[in-house]
């Protein structure tokens, strides 16, 4: 069956890169998501990338995808204070709701 | 003016008690759903509609019921609430041409006393 899986926690400095990383088990994924939750909020699209690209870059943060690995991850540059949220993976396996990960929470200490 | 809704923001509701939480969008989806959030344990799939005549259970529809009452309208009913159905419920919607990337509404945190 599918599984996404993250680590739970993350603590960072503040200016430092963050690397939160991801892998799941259904290699007919078609798209994979980061999605960003802050506090008292819903979950925010952060990016996806398609399962035919290798990198995705989007200002501050940058997706990589090893499709081999079955693995994620999400690059966070110049990490603030504003970054801390919870982040979740999730994977779209054809014509099924999306699966999520269960959340890494990053902290960012000043 | 928000895409997805939930109403109410916040209930404290007693031990067998009926309740229903609402969730409206204005995206245009087909697809809704509903899920729970409980702190350790991510997301739970509770039902989820692909279109207005389809309903489908998720990982935990058991105690829930749901209504999709239009493209634009899905509610879900705690029958008789019980305590372990604290939790925040979030209502997502997503457009299957693409990415099918789920927008969420900004949650309803449910207390049952």
């Known amino acids: 069956g599918e599984d996404v899986e993250q680590s739970l926690f993350l603590s960072v400095r503040e200016g430092d890169s963050s690397v939160i990383n991801c892998t799941y088990t259904d290699s007919s994924s078609t798209y994979l998501y980061w999605y960003k939750q802050e506090p008292g909020a819903g979950l925010q699209l952060l990016t996806y990338i398609f399962s035919n690209m290798d990198m995705k870059q989007d200002q501050r943060l940058t997706v990589l995808l090893n499709k081999k690995d079955k693995h994620l991850s999400l690059r966070i540059a110049d990490t603030q204070t504003g970054d801390s949220a919870i982040y979740f993976c999730a994977e779209n396996i054809g014509n099924t709701p999306l699966v999520f990960g269960k959340g890494t929470r990053l902290s960012v200490i000043a | 003016d928000a895409d997805v809704t939930q109403t109410p923001r916040n209930r404290i509701t007693k031990t067998g008690k009926r309740i229903m939480l609402e969730c409206s969008q204005t995206?245009?989806?087909?697809?809704m759903y509903w899920y729970r959030q409980d702190p350790g344990l991510g997301l739970r799939l509770i039902y989820y509609?692909?279109?207005?005549?389809?309903?489908n259970k998720g990982e935990i529809s058991d105690g829930y019921s749901v209504s999709r009452q239009a493209q634009a309208k899905f509610s879900l009913s705690l029958e008789s609430a019980i305590p372990n159905q604290t939790a925040l419920y979030f209502c997502?919607?997503?457009?299957?041409?693409?990415?099918?990337?789920?927008?969420f509404g900004p949650g309803t945190r449910l207390t049952v006393l």
């Open positions: 509609s692909f279109d207005v005549k389809d309903i």
């Open positions: 995206k245009g989806h087909d697809r």
């Open positions: 997502a919607t997503s457009d299957p041409t693409g990415s099918d990337t789920q927008y």
